[in-house]
């Protein structure tokens, strides 16, 4: 089975702010490394504020977890709500 060399690039909606992930998994943050993962190297992941200081982070459609500005971390999503890919 052949697979694209690169993938489609996303589309985020206008209040998200998009980031880069950089080859060692990580996206910067107001200057800071995020820490995200590495298998979305290269890759936009998009975020949202959903509260005073935390962003939910996404992939797609598929929810990440929420950034917490205060500790610069991401907190997984709960896997119950992350979203499966359509047959």
Excluded: C
Excluded at 54 to 59: H, I, K, L, N, P
């Amino acid at each position: 089975r052949s697979m694209p060399s690169k993938l489609p690039e996303i589309e985020y909606p206008d209040d998200f702010q998009r980031r880069r992930v950089r080859e060692n998994g990580s996206f910067k943050w107001h200057r800071v490394p995020i820490s995200a993962n590495i298998a979305l190297a290269n890759q936009d992941v998009g975020l949202v504020e959903v509260g005073d200081g935390v962003w939910g982070v996404y992939f797609g459609p598929v929810s990440l977890g929420t950034f917490h500005e205060a500790s610069g971390k991401i907190v997984p999503a709960p896997r119950s709500t992350l979203q499966k890919p359509e047959a």
